[in-house]
Protein backbone atom coordinates (compact mmCIF):
# COMPACT_ATOMS: atom_id res chain seq x y z
CA UNK A 1 0.00 0.00 0.00
CA UNK A 2 1.36 3.47 -1.38
CA UNK A 3 2.34 6.05 1.26
CA UNK A 4 2.29 8.37 -0.77
CA UNK A 5 -0.46 10.07 -2.62
CA UNK A 6 -0.37 12.08 -5.76
CA UNK A 7 -3.80 13.75 -6.84
CA UNK A 8 -4.15 16.69 -9.96
CA UNK A 9 -7.16 19.26 -9.95
CA UNK A 10 -7.17 22.24 -11.37
CA UNK A 11 -3.72 22.86 -12.27
CA UNK A 12 -2.51 22.00 -8.63
CA UNK A 13 -0.38 18.83 -8.00
CA UNK A 14 -1.08 17.37 -4.10
CA UNK A 15 1.42 15.07 -2.68
CA UNK A 16 0.49 13.60 0.63
CA UNK A 17 2.79 11.79 3.17
CA UNK A 18 0.86 8.76 4.66
CA UNK A 19 2.54 6.53 7.08
CA UNK A 20 0.81 6.27 10.40
CA UNK A 21 1.30 7.34 12.98
CA UNK A 22 2.94 10.44 12.50
CA UNK A 23 4.35 9.90 8.55
CA UNK A 24 8.25 8.97 9.12
CA UNK A 25 9.54 8.64 6.31
CA UNK A 26 11.93 5.02 5.28
CA UNK A 27 13.74 4.22 2.31
CA UNK A 28 10.62 2.79 0.16
CA UNK A 29 8.75 6.07 1.08
CA UNK A 30 11.81 8.53 0.10
CA UNK A 31 12.17 7.03 -3.23
CA UNK A 32 8.36 7.24 -3.73
CA UNK A 33 8.31 10.70 -2.25
CA UNK A 34 10.83 11.55 -4.62
CA UNK A 35 8.76 10.07 -7.34
CA UNK A 36 5.60 11.69 -6.61
CA UNK A 37 7.03 14.97 -6.93
CA UNK A 38 9.07 13.92 -9.97
CA UNK A 39 5.63 13.29 -11.51
CA UNK A 40 4.12 16.13 -10.66
CA UNK A 41 6.86 18.41 -11.99
CA UNK A 42 7.57 17.08 -15.36
CA UNK A 43 3.87 18.14 -16.34
CA UNK A 44 2.72 20.88 -18.24
CA UNK A 45 -0.85 21.59 -16.36
CA UNK A 46 0.50 21.90 -13.37
CA UNK A 47 1.54 25.29 -11.70
CA UNK A 48 1.60 23.90 -8.09
CA UNK A 49 2.67 21.74 -6.39
CA UNK A 50 1.21 21.07 -2.55
CA UNK A 51 3.02 18.79 -0.02
CA UNK A 52 1.10 17.75 3.03
CA UNK A 53 0.71 14.97 6.00
CA UNK A 54 -2.32 12.96 6.55
CA UNK A 55 -3.45 12.40 9.90
CA UNK A 56 -1.51 14.34 13.21
CA UNK A 57 1.65 15.18 11.75
CA UNK A 58 3.16 17.02 8.73
CA UNK A 59 5.93 14.63 8.95
CA UNK A 60 8.00 13.57 11.89
CA UNK A 61 11.35 12.78 10.13
CA UNK A 62 13.13 10.32 8.94
CA UNK A 63 13.12 6.49 9.94
CA UNK A 64 15.70 6.39 13.10
CA UNK A 65 16.88 3.10 12.25
CA UNK A 66 17.95 4.39 8.47
CA UNK A 67 20.80 6.51 9.65
CA UNK A 68 22.43 3.46 11.09
CA UNK A 69 25.82 2.80 8.99
CA UNK A 70 24.26 -0.13 6.86
CA UNK A 71 21.74 1.90 5.27
CA UNK A 72 22.68 5.61 6.62
CA UNK A 73 24.09 6.96 3.13
CA UNK A 74 21.48 5.06 1.12
CA UNK A 75 19.18 7.00 3.24
CA UNK A 76 20.97 10.47 3.01
CA UNK A 77 20.87 9.84 -0.57
CA UNK A 78 17.06 8.29 -0.97
CA UNK A 79 15.97 11.16 1.22
CA UNK A 80 17.84 14.44 -0.30
CA UNK A 81 16.80 13.11 -3.56
CA UNK A 82 13.21 14.12 -2.93
CA UNK A 83 13.73 17.33 -1.46
CA UNK A 84 16.01 18.15 -4.08
CA UNK A 85 13.26 16.98 -6.03
CA UNK A 86 11.06 20.05 -4.80
CA UNK A 87 13.96 22.46 -4.67
CA UNK A 88 14.09 21.71 -8.43
CA UNK A 89 10.60 21.34 -9.40
CA UNK A 90 9.65 24.84 -11.79
CA UNK A 91 6.27 24.89 -10.32
CA UNK A 92 5.83 27.40 -6.64
CA UNK A 93 5.69 24.58 -4.02
CA UNK A 94 4.08 24.97 -0.95
CA UNK A 95 4.32 23.06 2.67
CA UNK A 96 1.08 22.84 4.44
CA UNK A 97 2.11 22.05 8.05
CA UNK A 98 -0.20 20.34 10.83
CA UNK A 99 1.47 18.87 13.77
CA UNK A 100 5.18 17.64 13.66
CA UNK A 101 8.01 19.12 11.45
CA UNK A 102 10.80 17.65 12.41
CA UNK A 103 14.04 16.77 11.17
CA UNK A 104 13.61 15.49 7.66
CA UNK A 105 10.28 16.89 7.96
CA UNK A 106 11.41 20.09 8.32
CA UNK A 107 13.98 19.98 5.49
CA UNK A 108 11.08 19.25 3.55
CA UNK A 109 9.80 22.60 4.34
CA UNK A 110 12.80 24.35 3.97
CA UNK A 111 12.72 22.78 0.54
CA UNK A 112 9.32 24.12 -0.34
CA UNK A 113 9.25 27.96 -1.59
CA UNK A 114 5.86 28.89 1.40
CA UNK A 115 5.00 27.04 4.40
CA UNK A 116 1.66 27.85 5.80
CA UNK A 117 1.37 26.19 9.25
CA UNK A 118 -1.38 25.45 12.03
CA UNK A 119 -0.69 26.99 15.45
CA UNK A 120 -0.21 23.56 16.65
CA UNK A 121 3.02 22.83 14.17
CA UNK A 122 6.30 22.06 15.45
CA UNK A 123 9.12 22.74 13.88
CA UNK A 124 12.62 21.37 14.47
CA UNK A 125 16.29 20.08 13.90
CA UNK A 126 16.59 17.35 16.98
CA UNK A 127 18.98 15.08 15.10
CA UNK A 128 21.95 16.46 17.26
CA UNK A 129 20.45 14.94 20.30
CA UNK A 130 21.03 11.52 18.88
CA UNK A 131 24.66 12.56 17.93
CA UNK A 132 24.33 13.20 14.79
CA UNK A 133 23.10 16.42 12.12
CA UNK A 134 21.04 16.97 9.24
CA UNK A 135 22.94 17.68 5.90
CA UNK A 136 20.63 19.43 3.69
CA UNK A 137 19.41 21.28 6.82
CA UNK A 138 22.90 22.65 7.60
CA UNK A 139 22.88 23.97 4.25
CA UNK A 140 19.34 25.54 3.66
CA UNK A 141 18.68 27.33 7.51
CA UNK A 142 22.15 29.77 7.17
CA UNK A 143 20.71 30.92 3.92
CA UNK A 144 16.95 31.14 5.53
CA UNK A 145 17.22 32.77 8.60
CA UNK A 146 20.13 34.75 10.92
CA UNK A 147 23.12 32.71 11.26
CA UNK A 148 22.68 32.68 14.84
CA UNK A 149 19.15 31.08 14.56
CA UNK A 150 20.41 28.75 12.44
CA UNK A 151 23.26 27.44 14.54
CA UNK A 152 20.69 27.39 17.13
CA UNK A 153 18.40 25.08 15.98
CA UNK A 154 21.13 22.87 14.50
CA UNK A 155 23.66 23.03 17.34
CA UNK A 156 20.74 22.37 20.25
CA UNK A 157 18.07 20.66 18.68
CA UNK A 158 15.66 23.15 19.85
CA UNK A 159 11.79 22.92 18.67
CA UNK A 160 10.06 25.96 17.67
CA UNK A 161 7.00 26.57 17.99
CA UNK A 162 4.69 27.82 14.76
CA UNK A 163 4.41 31.16 16.60
CA UNK A 164 7.98 30.92 16.98
CA UNK A 165 8.95 29.53 13.17
CA UNK A 166 7.06 32.39 11.77
CA UNK A 167 8.76 34.86 13.96
CA UNK A 168 12.30 33.59 12.98
CA UNK A 169 11.23 33.45 8.93
CA UNK A 170 10.41 29.15 8.49
CA UNK A 171 6.57 30.20 8.31
CA UNK A 172 5.08 32.52 6.00
CA UNK A 173 1.64 32.09 7.27
CA UNK A 174 0.37 30.83 10.69
CA UNK A 175 -3.26 30.18 11.55
CA UNK A 176 -5.69 28.44 14.04
CA UNK A 177 -5.92 24.70 13.51
CA UNK A 178 -9.33 25.04 11.54
CA UNK A 179 -8.46 27.40 9.39
CA UNK A 180 -5.39 26.14 8.25
CA UNK A 181 -7.38 24.27 5.01
CA UNK A 182 -8.40 27.27 3.92
CA UNK A 183 -5.50 29.05 4.55
CA UNK A 184 -3.54 26.91 2.18
CA UNK A 185 -5.71 27.20 -0.61
CA UNK A 186 -6.04 30.82 -0.12
CA UNK A 187 -2.50 30.40 -1.09
CA UNK A 188 -3.29 28.31 -3.75
CA UNK A 189 -5.56 30.61 -5.17
CA UNK A 190 -3.33 33.36 -5.28
CA UNK A 191 -0.90 31.39 -7.23
CA UNK A 192 -3.04 29.88 -9.67
CA UNK A 193 -4.38 34.10 -10.74
CA UNK A 194 -0.99 34.84 -11.56
CA UNK A 195 0.96 33.44 -15.03
CA UNK A 196 2.36 30.47 -15.05
CA UNK A 197 5.66 30.75 -17.09
CA UNK A 198 6.52 34.34 -15.56
CA UNK A 199 6.12 32.11 -11.76
CA UNK A 200 8.25 29.27 -13.21
CA UNK A 201 11.03 31.84 -14.92
CA UNK A 202 11.05 33.37 -11.19
CA UNK A 203 11.83 30.52 -9.08
CA UNK A 204 14.46 29.49 -12.12
CA UNK A 205 16.17 32.89 -11.29
CA UNK A 206 16.06 32.21 -7.26
CA UNK A 207 17.34 29.43 -7.79
CA UNK A 208 20.43 30.44 -10.06
CA UNK A 209 21.03 32.83 -7.40
CA UNK A 210 21.31 30.20 -4.88
CA UNK A 211 18.15 31.18 -2.43
CA UNK A 212 17.63 27.46 -2.06
CA UNK A 213 20.70 24.31 -1.82
CA UNK A 214 22.25 23.47 -4.77
CA UNK A 215 22.54 19.40 -5.61
CA UNK A 216 26.81 20.27 -5.26
CA UNK A 217 25.79 21.89 -1.95
CA UNK A 218 23.69 18.78 -1.01
CA UNK A 219 26.32 16.49 -2.23
CA UNK A 220 28.96 18.44 -0.38
CA UNK A 221 26.98 18.37 3.30
CA UNK A 222 26.12 14.39 2.04
CA UNK A 223 29.84 13.29 1.71
CA UNK A 224 30.77 15.47 4.76
CA UNK A 225 28.44 13.66 6.91
CA UNK A 226 28.86 9.83 5.76
CA UNK A 227 32.94 10.48 5.85
CA UNK A 228 33.30 11.71 9.29
CA UNK A 229 30.36 11.11 10.80
CA UNK A 230 28.53 8.24 9.84
CA UNK A 231 30.46 5.20 12.10
CA UNK A 232 31.75 7.67 14.48
CA UNK A 233 30.93 5.47 17.81
CA UNK A 234 28.56 8.55 19.33
CA UNK A 235 26.65 8.56 16.15
CA UNK A 236 25.82 5.28 16.58
CA UNK A 237 25.74 4.99 20.07
CA UNK A 238 22.98 8.13 19.80
CA UNK A 239 21.03 6.41 17.15
CA UNK A 240 21.04 3.05 18.99
CA UNK A 241 19.94 4.94 22.38
CA UNK A 242 17.38 6.44 20.55
CA UNK A 243 15.86 2.91 19.48
CA UNK A 244 16.53 1.49 22.92
CA UNK A 245 14.63 4.13 24.42
CA UNK A 246 17.68 5.05 27.16
CA UNK A 247 19.47 7.74 27.36
CA UNK A 248 22.83 7.83 25.23
CA UNK A 249 26.05 7.25 26.86
CA UNK A 250 28.76 9.49 24.76
CA UNK A 251 32.34 9.08 24.64
CA UNK A 252 33.49 11.80 22.46
CA UNK A 253 36.04 8.94 20.77
CA UNK A 254 36.26 9.90 16.69
CA UNK A 255 37.85 6.10 16.22
CA UNK A 256 35.09 4.93 12.97
CA UNK A 257 35.50 8.01 10.71
CA UNK A 258 36.80 6.68 6.96
CA UNK A 259 37.52 10.60 6.22
CA UNK A 260 40.41 12.88 6.14
CA UNK A 261 40.28 16.47 7.06
Known amino acids: ?4 HLTFDGGVARV ?12 PVAAELEGAIGSAAARDDVAVI ?10 AGVEVRDHLPDRGAAMLQAFHRACLALVHAPQPTIAVVQGAALGGGCELTLACDLVVAAER ?3 GQPEIRLGVFPPFAAVALPRMIASHRATEMLLTGRILTAT ?3 RWGLVNRMVPDAELGAAAEETVRALLALSPSSLRLTRELLRRVHARPSAVDVDVAERFYVEHLLETPDAIEGLQAFLEKRAPRWTGATQGTTGSS
Open 50 to 59: VLSGRGRAFC
Open 1 to 4: MSSI
Open 164 to 166: EAE
Open 121 to 123: ATF
Open 16 to 27: EIDRPPVNVIDL
